[in-house]
């Protein structure tokens, strides 16, 4: 028996190697070295070297493996001889042709692999995933991004924001192709009124953005990059119904004829007033819009011109369902109706292949009249802004410099006379950014930002993001910046009370809300073996507003607008794992946000944030030909506006599509399969139906939708 268990032990072999580029002859940490036949597997340490233990005696082929570089198979026959005991085996960088993701949100040239600025983004298949879903509006495609929270502000007319790590909306940046379009009195319908068609991709930065972009990106930003002409034609068609009787028709069209290019998106979205809940009220209600937006592209030698005009009509009515289909004449309604017009111009100009000169210019007119029973409020918003910046870009460092100028005009048509809302300001800011690879594996972003407003003076905003790649695997980002918002009329709460009986804003006793925010950022991109791989991100942030700026009803019944001796801050992690397996993914995202308000000695949780979000996505995907995909998102109790606590919940979905040849695709959804609605586990007003005192919005209200379409695409 001795004599067998020496010869079975004799038998078991250790192998060990060392990995490095073939270029720089550099060791790779983390490459994979699986022997399949076997199921051992084994990675590289900071030297490059592996072992592998336990072998048996016999022929293998080992399979090393590293992200970016071309794999490698060898042929191995243990025992092995003496002289390929330890071998050194290197690998080649693949130039396999993959998607190019290139990040303008950042002003740079780089890929986002080697920015320090941790930068997410939602592009190719993903996007148009999303886009299948809710074709009419972005509220689904940002909803569903882990620490991303759309909230609606009414019940009935489904007004919404955006909430970037529990803060609230106003806090957050939405831009176009880099240029604010979307804020102030838009701001609560700007999220319905997007058509994502013509989007290539979104990119969204968390924390305090204020360098390049100003105040207001105190939360983060978000910014819709649109499509551009390419060689080759594009021409989509969209058509999309729902069960709810809602339809969506979206078609783009973008060419090159030489020198010049020209895109045209055009959209015409309808919703019918619907009420799953039968309470008499819409959870979504009837509306139209219609939505144009042409472009010209001229392309000189060294100068590239952009010229853009956007233009959005809507009509939108919810309430009372006896109202809408002119069964009563009374009732309780919301009626908004909106036009939009806005321009966009980009002018580059290279004087060189390191030095460009950027023009960027928009003014944006925004019309809205909102009506309630014994109340109508209406306005016009016209704001402009413009910048000129350039850009050097040398071996070491990019440099990028500019100055902007905002100004913004609101002017009151309708409402109460005594409570005029109207204003005007100015803002010019001045900006320098820097980004220095200081050694192979250390790059640093720098960054300082000088604003004046017309009405609360100046702001100096400094900001730094330093990045740490020890492997072209692991990464380690660390930032943190200076913010402000300057007080606004234009809140999620104001939204909430259709802007009836608030009080302007005291100018003279107000002042800027200021903000500090630091995030530490962790990427690990694992090839486990063969056909395995996980990629695992998180991010740890913290951001404090100081003098946060409040809605109060007074005595007088009447709101203003106050400044407690206090701050607001949220602190928390967003956590997410991408499996992948052949034509299988699984998407896992956690977030945790505590956002807590600190007035004199008390300290309150923030309303309508939940404190732990779970974001599921298992996805069969055939690639180029067809996809399913199963979701399940878990909202946690949310504390509500009124002292009371609303219910965790979750929400499920299927997705799919199917390409029937080289031009047609058909896609169907199962939106919300389990029916979540507040109004199966809770109240969404108190008061009589003809009189309703909305409660806060924390869950769905339309539930269960089927939705199902065709695309087309030449």
């Avoid at 192979?440 to 900001?463: H, N, V």
């Avoid at 169907?668 to 007003?685: A, G, H, K, M, S």
């Amino acid at each position: 028996m001795l004599l067998l268990v020496c010869g079975i032990t004799y038998a078991q072999y250790t192998f060990e190697a060392t990995v490095k580029d073939q270029t720089s002859k550099n060791p790779l940490f983390g490459a994979s070295l699986f022997i399949k036949s076997l199921n051992k597997g084994t990675s590289t340490d900071s030297n490059g070297q592996a072992s592998l233990s336990d072998i048996p005696e016999g022929s293998y082929t080992l399979f090393i493996q590293y992200i970016g570089y071309e794999p490698l198979e060898v042929e191995l026959s243990f025992p092995l001889p003496s002289d390929r005991q330890h071998q050194v085996y290197y690998l080649q960088e693949s130039h396999e042709e993959m998607e190019e993701v290139i990040i303008t949100s950042t002003r740079s040239t780089r890929t986002i692999e080697d920015i320090p600025t941790r930068i997410e983004f939602i592009a190719g298949e993903e996007l148009a995933e999303k886009e299948n879903m809710k074709p009419g509006d972005i509220r689904m495609l940002l909803n569903e991004s882990t620490g991303i929270q759309t909230q609606q502000t009414s019940a009935t007319s489904y007004n919404s924001s955006i909430r970037i790590q529990g803060l609230d909306g106003k806090y957050t940046q939405l831009l176009r192709d880099g240029l604010p379009l979307y804020s102030g009195y838009s701001g609560g319908l700007s999220l319905m009124q997007i058509a994502p068609l013509d989007l290539k991709q979104v990119e969204v930065i968390k924390g305090s953005s204020s360098t390049l972009y100003g105040g207001g990106a105190i939360a983060g930003l978000v910014n819709l990059i649109s499509r551009t002409p390419e060689e080759k034609r594009q021409l989509n068609f969209m058509a999309n119904g729902t069960s709810a009787l809602g339809l969506d028709l979206s078609g783009f069209y973008a060419e090159k004829y030489g020198k010049i290019g020209l895109t045209v998106f055009s959209s015409y979205n309808k919703g019918t007033a619907y009420d799953p809940a039968d309470i008499g009220l819409t959870a979504i209600p009837d509306f139209e819009r219609f939505t144009l937006n042409p472009k010209m592209f001229f392309y000189f030698e060294k100068t590239e011109l952009q010229l853009g005009l956007n233009y959005v009509t809507e009509d939108r009515l919810g309430g009372s369902i006896d109202f809408i289909d002119r069964k009563s004449d009374t009732g309780y309604f919301e009626q908004n109706n909106t036009d939009r017009i806005s321009t966009q111009l980009l002018v580059t100009h290279k004087f060189s292949e390191r030095t460009k000169l950027q023009i960027k210019n928009s003014i944006s007119l925004f019309n809205r009249d909102i009506s309630i029973p014994e109340y109508a409020f209406g306005g016009e918003q016209l704001s402009s802004f413009s910048e000129v910046n350039i850009a050097a870009l040398g071996e070491k460092t990019e440099w990028v410099g500019g100055l902007n100028l905002w100004t913004e005009n609101f002017t009151q048509h309708q409402g109460d006379p005594e409570q005029n809302l109207g204003f005007s300001n100015t803002t010019i800011g001045a900006f320098v950014q820097n980004i220095w690879n200081m050694s192979e594996k250390w790059t640093l972003e720098t960054g300082l930002r000088a604003d004046y407003q017309s009405d609360y003076g100046g702001f100096i905003l400094p900001r730094f993001s330093l990045m740490y790649e020890p492997s072209k695997r692991l990464t380690f980002r660390a930032g943190g910046g200076l913010g402000y918002k300057t007080p606004s009329i234009f809140t999620e709460d104001t939204e909430r009370l259709q802007f009836r009986d608030i009080l302007p804003l005291d100018i003279e006793n107000c002042e800027a809300e200021r903000s500090t925010g630091i995030n530490l950022d962790i990427n690990y991109r694992w090839p486990i073996s063969g056909d395995l791989s996980l990629s695992t991100n998180a991010l740890l942030f913290y951001t404090r507003i100081d003098d946060p700026l409040i809605l109060s009803l007074g005595e007088d019944h009447f709101y203003r607008f106050i400044q407690p001796d206090g701050y607001v801050d949220t602190q928390g992690v967003e956590a997410n794992m991408k499996w992948s397996y052949k034509d299988f993914k699984l998407f896992v995202g956690y977030t945790y946000a505590d956002v807590k308000q600190h007035y004199g000695n008390s300290k309150l949780a923030y309303p309508l944030v939940a404190k732990h979000r779970l974001n599921n996505v298992l996805m069969y995907e055939k690639h180029e030909n067809f996809w399913i995909g199963l979701e399940a998102y878990y909202y946690s109790p949310q504390k509500l506006s009124d002292g009371a606590s609303g219910k965790s919940y979750w929400i499920t979905g299927i997705m799919s599509e199917k390409k029937l040849g080289e031009h047609l695709s058909i896609f169907f959804n199962l939106e919300n399969i389990l029916d979540t609605r507040q109004t199966r586990f809770d109240t969404i007003y108190t008061g009589s139906l003809s009189n309703p005192q909305f409660r806060d919005i924390y869950a769905p209200v339309d539930g269960f939708v089927v939705n199902g379409g065709f695309k087309l695409m030449f």
